[in-house]
C-alpha cells in the first residue's frame, strides 16, 4: 500500500473523539454490562489519509481529542487505532488520561500512564486495558503515545479524518498550550457503562 505520509515514532500520541455504539457482555456474575465504542468507528476503504503535520519534528507531541462522558460512569477496557503501512513489527505505547475542565484538556493526569508493547499489523490495533481496573466518571482526554526504539527512522503511518475535527488537540511536549489541529483520527475507546 501507498502511504502519503509517515510520522517519527517519537513524534506519535493520539487521543480519541468519542461517539458511540451499544452492545451488552456478561460479567463473572452473568449480569449484563452495557459495553459501548466510543470515537471513529469507519476508515477510508480506498483512501488512506495520514497525519503528516509533525514528520519533520523531533519533539515529542501530544495530539487528543475531549471525551465527553454525560454523567456516566465507564471502565475502559481497550483503545483501538487505525493502522496502515507500518515499518515496525512490534511498538512500546504509553498510554495517557487526562483532565478536562469546562470542555478544555489541562496536563493533569488522572490515571497513572500505562505502558503496553503491541505487535503492529494493518488494520485496527488493539490496546488491552482490561486488566488496568480503569474506571473514569468525568470527561477526559485519552492519548497514545509511541516512542522511538532505535536510532533508524522507523514510522508508523495511522489514518486521519481530513477537515473532521470538533474538539481535537495537539501539543508539543515542552508546551502547556494545546492547539487544534485539522483533522481527526481513526481511533476508538471500548468501555463498559458501570
Request: charged share 25%; aromatic share 10%.
Amino acid at each position: 500500500m501507498k502511504t502519503l505520509f509517515n510520522l517519527p515514532l517519537n513524534a506519535l500520541l493520539l487521543c480519541t473523539a468519542l461517539t458511540t455504539t451499544a452492545a451488552s457482555v456478561p460479567n463473572d456474575k452473568g449480569e449484563q454490562i452495557q459495553e459501548k465504542t466510543f470515537g471513529t468507528k469507519r476508515h477510508g476503504k480506498l483512501i488512506h489519509f495520514a497525519d503528516g503535520m509533525f514528520r519533520d519534528n523531533t519533539d515529542r507531541i501530544e495530539i487528543g481529542q475531549v471525551i465527553k462522558l454525560k454523567k456516566k460512569t465507564v471502565q475502559v477496557q481497550t483503545v483501538k487505532l487505525y493502522v496502515f503501512d507500518t515499518a515496525v513489527d512490534s511498538l512500546d505505547f504509553k498510554i495517557s488520561f487526562y483532565q478536562v475542565i469546562n470542555g478544555q484538556p489541562t496536563l493533569t493526569q488522572i490515571h497513572e500512564p500505562i505502558w503496553l508493547t503491541q505487535a503492529i499489523d494493518e488494520g485496527w490495533l488493539t490496546l488491552d486495558l482490561s486488566n488496568y481496573d480503569l474506571v473514569l466518571d468525568k470527561d477526559f482526554l485519552v492519548a497514545l503515545e509511541t516512542e522511538k526504539t532505535s536510532k533508524y527512522d522507523e514510522s508508523l503511518s495511522y489514518e486521519v479524518k481530513p477537515l473532521a475535527n470538533r474538539n481535537s488537540y495537539y501539543r508539543f511536549h515542552h508546551s502547556d498550550t494545546w492547539k487544534r489541529p485539522p483533522h481527526r483520527y481513526c481511533l476508538q475507546v471500548v468501555a463498559n457503562v458501570l
